[in-house]
Each structure stands twice: as C-alpha cells, then as structure tokens.
C-alpha cells in the first residue's frame, strides 16, 4: 500500500491525519521536526482500525499522549505518530474508575474528586495522559501510578489484551509497556471525604508550583535518579549548574533536574547538554545517570 492509501483509508475511520506535522507543536519542551503524519484518532475504534491498517503496512508508527516527557529530533521522524489526545471517556463504578488511554491525568485527579474518591492526590499537577501515565510509570512524593492500578488494557499489535500490573513490570518510571498501545487503564480507589481530597490535592500542587518551572517549556526531570538518595536537582545544584547553558536549553533556575527550553533551544543543544552533565556526574560520583525523558530520532 502506498502512503497516500493508507493515509486515506486512516482518515475514512474517522482519525485526523496531518502529513508532515512539526512535532514541536505537540512536545512541551517545544522541540521536535516533522513526523511522517501526525494521526489524531477520534475514538477507540478509530484508533484500532487505525493501528491494524498500520500493522498490516511496512510502516513503523509511535504513540504519543500529550508529549510532555518526549524529546524528538528536529530532523523529524520517519514514522507516523498516533497521538491519543481524543481517548477521553470515562466510566466509574463504586471504586474503580476506568478511562480511556489518552484522558490527562489532571482529568482523572478532578473526577476522583468530583465523585469523593482520593488515591491520586500527590499526582495532582503531573502533566501528560493517563497511558503515558503507565507508560511512565509516573509519580511524585511517594505515590506512583501502579500504586492504584487496577488492570491495563493493550493492543499488542494483533488483539485487545488485558493485563494487571504485575505483569507489566512497573518500576521507577519505567514499564514492559514496549511496542504496545495502551488503551485503557482502571484505577482502584479509596472513598474518602471530597474536601479532604481537595485539600491534598491542593497541597500537592502548592509544593510542586513552588518547586518545579511548571510555567516553562519542558519536558519533565531531565535523569533518573541512579540509586535512591541521589537526587539530581540538588546534585546539580551544588556543582554550580542551575543556569547551565548550551545553546536556547538550559537548566532550570527555579528546579536543576529539569531542562527548559528558552524559546530557540533544539535538539541538538539538548544533547550536547545532557552528554555533558553526564561527563561531570560520571566524574564527579562515578555514576551513568540515565536520561528519564524519552528521545525520539
Ligand atoms: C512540568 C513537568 C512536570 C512533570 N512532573 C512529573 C512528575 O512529577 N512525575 C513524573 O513521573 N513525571 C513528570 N513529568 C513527566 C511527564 O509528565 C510524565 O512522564 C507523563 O506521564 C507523560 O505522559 P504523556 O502522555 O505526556 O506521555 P508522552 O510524553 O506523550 O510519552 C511518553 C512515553 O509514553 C509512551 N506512551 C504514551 N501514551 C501511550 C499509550 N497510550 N500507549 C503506549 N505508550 C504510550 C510514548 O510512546 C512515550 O514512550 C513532568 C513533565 C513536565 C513537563
């Protein structure tokens, strides 16, 4: 099949479909050149039709939720991007609320609320979509999202599956997920008071706009941290690196584990600063810190 078909056959399933889309539109570091197309499904079933007609051709695709812990190449990609944007639905039933992959997580922390829930408190704030979510395995102050996951389901390039965490090795921020496309997450929660609820989640918040450059461009921590006590936003701190330049990107002023593009920043400036952050960390305390930002090229 050639492109134009395949992309035609996508849009007649109800998908939006922007060949060659900048990706730096859709990453809140405001980086990244053009995918092949960016696919915007309209629904499950969108999305599912759209998957199998890509299994079915020689094209390789991503998946991405709201591009907030992505780092892509300004060369762009030769693949397309299916983005999950439009997976918004929810249902809840007593404790359990179950959600389409691409609803934001600052939704699911307002409907846990709304319906006098708590479980998500300290996730409050965390930008991105409930699958990347899993994906990611994302937290904040002790909680990660395995923490109230209940099952996930998968398309895992033939058929739905559904699987519990436990099979999906959740660690710190990082799962099995793999090549698999995340559709629908449930997540067992605890009936509490609404207005204790909101007061954690407010308090959450508070901490993390005191704390981290919400307001900037990025795209979250920059590294993992290599072994549990070792933090990196104060480690960088003390070698004198908050402000630490190269090029338009920078480490953050406000918060050292975070990289923030200034307005100009690229790709390759992101690069040539992590590799050197790397270099300093490595000789300084011996250790390979990973990079917890995804990147795509
Ligand atoms: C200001 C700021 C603060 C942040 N604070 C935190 C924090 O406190 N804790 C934390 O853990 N993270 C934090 N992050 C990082 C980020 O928000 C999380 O990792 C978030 O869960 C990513 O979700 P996303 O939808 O944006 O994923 P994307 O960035 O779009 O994708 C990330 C990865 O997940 C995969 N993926 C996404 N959706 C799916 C799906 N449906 N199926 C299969 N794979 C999928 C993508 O392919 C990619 O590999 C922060 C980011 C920013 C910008």
Known sequence: MIVLDILE??????????????????TSIAVGGPAKALIIPNGIKSLLITLKLLEASDESYRIMGMGTN??????????????MERLGGYEVTGEILIA??????????EIALERGLSGLEELYGIPGSAGGAVYMNAGAYGKEIKDVL?????????EMERLSPGDLNLGYRSS???RRVITKVALRLKRDDPERVEKRMREFLRKRLEKQPVFDRSAG?????PKPNFYIGSTLEALGLKGYKVGGMKISEKHAGFLVNEGDGSFQDAMKLVENVRKIILKEFGENLEMEVVVWK
């Not at 007649?12 to 060949?19: I, M, N, R, W």
């Not at 389409?100 to 922390?109: P, T, V």
């Not at 921590?221 to 941290?225: D, G």
Request: proline share 3%; glycine share 8%.
């Open 150 to 158: 209940e099952w996930v389901e998968l398309f895992n390039g033939e």
């Open 221 to 225: 921590s920059l590294f993992k941290r």
């Open 100 to 109: 389409e992959s691409g609803i934001s997580l600052k939704r699911l922390c």
């Open 70 to 83: 992505l780092l892509v190449s300004d060369r762009g990609l030769n693949d397309f991007v299916v983005k």
């Open 9 to 26: 056959k996508i849009y007649l399933t109800g998908s939006e479909v922007l060949p060659k889309e900048p990706l730096s539109r859709h």
């Open 176 to 178: 099995d997920v793999g």
